[in-house]
């Protein structure tokens, strides 16, 4: 069974720095590309940032490129995201998730980690 | 940017009736296009890939159609607990985008 399994989240203050993982299992990490997107309270789906399986492609939403850094360390089946320089919008759930093909397109997501931005 | 607009914005229907939600591209995807199913405090699900491929485990009472700028999700035969908000999401070109997504609520 797939199981991606989001940690990280919390409280941080406006320009404050927060670095999410996710821990895969159940399937062959190191084939797959991944994925992170991201919720606002009550608001829809947003793609933020997408890495390939051997992390020789990487891709961002432009509201975030220069301030977040997507990783992955396939030895320990996980997946990052350094968020820097955070701001009140970046505030949402942060879910982790497999790709089935490139450059943004889930199949298994984990159950999010939420991430507020605020003073 | 590609943008998706799904209609209606809010369904509400009852059980056993059939439902049907279109998604509209800005411009030529394909078959790029995927179709999600979440509801309150869980993450998105899978239901159809590439228009019209059922996912893994999906009920065969959803199916995905149609190719370009227009397409559909239909549910036939709605059950209680299809009550979700549902997502259209390209994956033809960066960046990946969503359509605003379709409540569908139960009578």
């Known amino acids: 069974e797939v199981q991606l399994v989001e940690s990280g989240g919390g409280l941080v203050k406006p320009g404050g720095s927060l670095r999410l993982s996710c821990a895969a299992s159940?399937?062959?990490?190191?084939?797959?590309?991944m994925t992170w997107v991201r919720q606002a309270p009550g608001k829809g789906l947003e793609w933020v940032s997408s890495?390939?399986?051997?992390?020789?492609?990487?891709y961002y939403a432009d509201s975030v490129k220069g301030r977040f850094t997507i990783s992955r360390d396939n030895a320990k089946n996980s997946l990052f995201l350094q968020m820097n320089s955070l701001r009140a919008e970046d505030t949402g759930v942060y879910f982790c998730?497999?790709?089935?093909?490139?450059?943004?397109?889930?199949?298994?997501w984990g159950q999010g980690t939420l991430v507020t931005v605020s003073s | 940017e590609i943008v998706l607009t799904q209609s209606p914005d809010v369904l509400s229907v009852t059980p056993k009736e059939k439902v049907t939600i279109t998604c509209r591209a800005s411009?030529?995807?394909?078959?790029?296009l995927h179709w999600y199913q979440q509801k309150p405090d869980q993450s998105p699900k899978l239901l159809v890939k590439h228009a019209s491929q059922s996912f893994s485990g999906v009920p065969s009472r959803f199916t995905g159609s149609g190719s370009g700028t227009d397409f559909t999700l239909t549910i036939n035969s709605l059950e209680a607990e299809d009550a979700a908000t549902y997502y259209c999401h390209q994956s033809n070109s960066l960046p990946g985008t969503f359509g605003q997504g379709t409540k569908v609520e139960i009578k």
């Open positions: 998730a497999r790709l089935f093909a490139l450059p943004a397109a889930p199949d298994y």
């Open positions: 411009q030529s995807i394909g078959s790029s």
């Open positions: 890495i390939t399986s051997s992390s020789d492609y990487i």
């Open positions: 159940g399937f062959t990490f190191s084939s797959y590309s």
